[in-house]
């Protein structure tokens, strides 16, 4: 394997890894939060374990999450040093801004929250949860809008003098309809992640205490529970709706992936209409002629004009087909004397078709069981009535994977779809039509082979990957080991509840009781 592909292994293995952790953090803060503010206005000794139950599973992951992270920004400077000479005054903007403010808040209150039980009156330790909780989202803020620069790179200009892009509207970076339609759809997504496994362990306690006749313990955990799926149905249907609206931002600004996602081998005629796809096999060619050719497309399920009806509100809408968007960009980069006309015919500007296509599809897919956790949650639950069922335990613990499964397929499919690109070009639609206009900004574009470094070895990176990959093992398996542990120990009955004493008491050593 050469640099190229080494380098695109490694990245796309280290941020997988690393999001596992991630959307559990951005989520599940919030809801420690909310189990607290409970307990502090109620009082009631319930709500406390609650929170120091989640807290602690917070906490570990919290830690998994930092050090894997650590990884993605040195390999920007390392494997893709062509892609930060390139575009890195724009890319590096929010990732210093988020480790300036964003993580500097959540790292500092989140030490705070932890050593202050009983050190902090209870309503400032409370405020120093939710300085994390805002901070962990304003985190994610900072690193999907330097992402969303990648997919659609508005807010810049390329300098001639300097050979390299630089930075013209920090706020068009900062606030793209792009970067604003992924931030709500990634927010969505950590709610579902959190609400999922809140729910998950809860249920699955819940049904363990039924069955030891501990009703008391069950009905704790039955607060939890509900409020995890009620956290699922309603970030389940913000989820739904920042889907669709980033699927039509995606439509519109990357047409290369869309059509991809959705097979869309040529451009349906005015009126026509495209359909949506449930399942198909093989892959779309182009005719001589450059129109599209799906004979080799096996399509099990369609459904007709609703591709048009998502995309653009019109069954009859006209959505760009692989044909229209390869010839566009060859057109492109010929006039803009970056390609011959040999090259660009030899060249495929779309991405690989059957792993955007099914990546689209299994993000869906894995998503539906935290839906049916919820529902079916919430009938066992209803009513303050606590549950033996065999059935909602085992559905409890099989679901608690599935979201985090999704969320990865659903980066996969944002990360491939952009391909061959790392910085996808700016293209231009006919509002009309719905049709590429034909105006293309190759300057801030950035295909992914021009975009890794020179001088790394794949050697280098092969060692690098295998020792990442053996650490990242170990770190999986004592992630999963405290886990595991802490949620089989379950709450804390026998822990006495902390009083806040007075600032002159020399009797208050810095402890740390998790």
């Known amino acids: 394997m050469e640099?190229?592909?080494?380098?695109?292994?490694?990245?796309?293995?280290?941020?997988?890894?690393?999001?596992?952790?991630?959307?559990?953090?951005?989520?599940l803060t919030p809801l420690v939060a909310l189990l607290q503010t409970i307990w502090h206005k109620t009082g009631k000794d319930e709500w406390y374990r609650l929170t120091r139950f989640f807290g602690k599973l917070l906490l570990i992951n919290f830690a998994l999450g930092i050090v894997t992270g650590i990884v993605q920004e040195f390999q920007f400077g390392l494997n893709w040093s062509e892609y930060s000479r390139m575009v890195g005054d724009i890319f590096g903007a929010p990732l210093a801004m988020e480790a300036l403010a964003a993580f500097f808040i959540e790292s500092t209150f989140l030490g705070i929250w932890i050593f202050g039980w009983g050190r902090l009156s209870r309503g400032v330790h409370l405020l120093t949860i939710w300085l994390v909780a805002?901070?962990?989202?304003?985190?994610?803020?900072?690193?999907?809008?330097?992402?969303?620069?990648?997919?659609?790179?508005?807010?810049?200009?390329?300098?001639?003098?300097?050979?390299?892009?630089?930075?013209?509207?920090?706020?068009?970076?900062?606030?793209?309809?792009?970067?604003?339609?992924?931030?709500?759809?990634?927010?969505?997504?950590?709610?579902?992640?959190?609400?999922?496994?809140?729910?998950?362990?809860a249920i699955w306690w819940v049904v363990k205490a039924t069955r030891a006749g501990n009703e008391e313990g069950a009905s704790v955990y039955r607060r939890a529970g509900v409020i995890g799926c009620w956290t699922v149905v309603i970030a389940g249907v913000s989820l739904v709706l920042s889907g669709h609206h980033?699927?039509?931002?995606?439509?519109?600004?990357?047409?290369t992936k869309m059509a991809a996602a959705e097979l869309l081998c040529g451009t349906p005629g005015e009126g026509e209409g495209a359909g949506f796809t449930v399942v198909a096999f093989g892959e779309c060619r182009l005719n001589a002629d450059g129109t599209g050719n799906g004979d080799s497309v096996t399509r099990i399920i369609e459904i007709p004009k609703l591709l048009s009806l998502l995309a653009w509100g019109d069954t009859g809408a006209q959505v760009n087909g692989m044909d229209v968007a390869e010839k566009t960009?060859?057109?492109?980069?010929?006039?803009?004397?970056?390609?011959?006309?040999?090259?660009?015919?030899?060249?495929?500007?779309?991405?690989?078709?059957?792993?955007?296509?099914?990546?689209?599809?299994?993000?869906?897919?894995?998503?539906?069981?935290?839906?049916?956790?919820?529902?079916?949650?919430?009938?066992?639950?209803?009513?303050?009535?606590?549950?033996?069922?065999?059935?909602?335990?085992?559905?409890?613990?099989?679901?608690l994977p599935m979201p985090f499964i999704a969320g990865a397929f659903g980066w996969i499919f944002t990360e491939i779809g952009r391909q061959p690109f790392i910085v996808y070009p700016i293209v231009g639609v006919n509002p009309e039509t719905h049709l590429l206009d034909g105006s293309v900004n190759t300057q801030l574009s950035?295909?992914?082979?021009?975009?890794?470094?020179?001088?790394?070895?794949?050697?280098?990176?092969?060692?690098?990957?295998?020792?990442?990959?053996?650490?990242?093992?170990?770190?999986?398996?004592?992630?999963?080991?405290?886990?595991?542990?802490?949620?089989?120990?379950?709450?804390?009955?026998?822990?006495?509840?902390?009083?806040?004493?007075?600032?002159?008491?020399?009797?208050?050593?810095?402890?740390?009781?998790?």
Do not use: C
Not at 3 to 27: E, S
Not at 156 to 162: G, H, I, P, R, T
Not at 246 to 255: G, M, S, Y
Not at 463 to 471: D, E, R
């Open 134 to 201: 805002f901070a962990v989202n304003l985190s994610a803020f900072f690193i999907l809008a330097a992402n969303s620069f990648m997919q659609y790179p508005v807010g810049a200009k390329f300098d001639e003098s300097l050979d390299r892009a630089a930075m013209d509207d920090l706020v068009a970076v900062l606030f793209s309809k792009l970067s604003l339609s992924t931030f709500w759809h990634t927010i969505s997504t950590s709610f579902v992640v959190a609400g999922t496994f809140m729910a998950g362990i």
């Open 246 to 255: 980033q699927a039509q931002v995606i439509t519109e600004i990357q047409p």
């Open 3 to 27: 640099a190229l592909d080494l380098a695109r292994w490694q990245f796309g293995i280290t941020t997988v890894y690393h999001f596992i952790f991630v959307p559990l953090t951005i989520g």
């Open 329 to 399: 960009l060859d057109k492109a980069y010929v006039e803009a004397g970056d390609l011959t006309a040999e090259q660009a015919e030899a060249l495929n500007f779309i991405p690989n078709q059957q792993a955007t296509f099914w990546t689209f599809r299994l993000m869906i897919a894995f998503g539906l069981f935290s839906a049916v956790l919820a529902v079916v949650g919430l009938v066992a639950l209803r009513g303050k009535r606590l549950s033996g069922s065999g059935f909602l335990k085992s559905w409890a613990i099989l679901s």
């Open 446 to 514: 950035l295909s992914t082979e021009a975009a890794v470094s020179p001088v790394v070895s794949a050697g280098s990176i092969w060692l690098t990957v295998i020792a990442f990959t053996l650490i990242y093992l170990i770190l999986a398996i004592a992630w999963f080991y405290l886990m595991k542990r802490y949620v089989a120990k379950g709450l804390n009955i026998e822990e006495s509840i902390p009083e806040v004493k007075a600032d002159n008491d020399e009797s208050r050593p810095l402890t740390f009781s998790y």
